[in-house]
T-cell receptor, first 116, second 112 residues
Framework: DVKVTQSSRYLVKRTGEKVFLECVQDMDHENMFWYRQDPGLGLRLIYFSYDVKMKEKGDIPEGYSVSREKKERFSLILESASTNQTSMYLC???????????????FGNGTRLTVT | GEDVEQSLFLSVREGDSSVINCTYTDSSSTYLYWYKQEPGAGLQLLTY?????DMKQDQRLTVLLNKKDKHLSLRIADTQTGDSAIYFC????????????FGQGTTLQVKP
């Protein structure tokens, strides 16, 4: 079974703090993703990475950055946390799509971040 | 637009069938997925359908795809209280980025 592990289930941080959310997958997946989930808005893509040291902006990258130094690890960084970044953050991974492979995303259990 | 749309809430009685609907906008979508999220957990892949198929059945789950209308549905037969969760549809568009576009999620409430 694919395992995607997010380092924290719950985090409480203060406005202005630098916050690191860590994600590790054990299936040698090329692709890794960070989404945030808010009620009524579904999942929105923040950043994704399709290889080590590669990253691409998703739909809502403002206020976030990412780091992918190793294939299995993808970090989301909030440079200066703000209250509007209070949310559930979900990490996911998948194989690179090849031909007609479905390559579904496999998700971690999420990190609920509260910024006060 | 670029949205994937779902209704936000569905309530059914235990033993009834549930039908959760989804519309998408990109005719180049290659795969469409249904995920389930139980309280406090991440998203679990339920099933998926390739865009050249009309229907896929997997035990109590039936996925119907109307590509002309860009409409996807998930039918759960004999709905149980354990099916109470949020259900997300998602589309994968053509290209190799692998990212999925998700709907807002439908909260399914199953009453005993």
């Amino acid at each position: 079974d694919v395992k995607v592990t997010q380092s924290s289930r719950y985090l409480v941080k203060r406005t202005g703090e630098k916050v690191f959310l860590e994600c590790v997958q054990d299936m040698d997946h090329e692709n890794m993703f960070w989404y945030r989930q808010d009620p009524g808005l579904g999942l929105r893509l923040i950043y994704f990475s399709y290889d080590v040291k590669m990253k691409e902006k998703g739909d809502i990258p403002e206020g976030y950055s990412v780091s992918r130094e190793k294939k299995e690890r993808f970090s989301l960084i909030l440079e200066s946390a703000s209250t509007n970044q209070t949310s559930m953050y979900l990490c996911a991974s998948s194989f690179r799509s090849r031909g007609r492979m479905s390559s579904p995303l496999h998700f971690g259990n999420g990190t609920r971040l509260t910024v006060t | 637009g670029e949205d994937v749309e779902q209704s936000l809430f569905l309530s059914v009685r235990e033993g009834d069938s549930s039908v959760i609907n989804c519309t998408y906008t990109d005719s180049s979508s290659t795969y469409l997925y249904w995920y389930k999220q139980e309280p406090g957990a991440g998203l679990q892949l339920l099933t998926y359908i390739f865009s050249n198929m009309d229907m896929k059945q997997d035990q109590r789950l039936t996925v119907l795809l109307n590509k002309k209308d860009k409409h996807l549905s998930l039918r759960i037969a004999d709905t149980q209280t354990g099916d109470s969760a949020i259900y997300f549809c998602a589309e994968k568009r053509s290209g190799n980025t692998g990212k999925l576009i998700f709907g807002q999620g439908t909260t399914l409430q199953v009453k005993p």
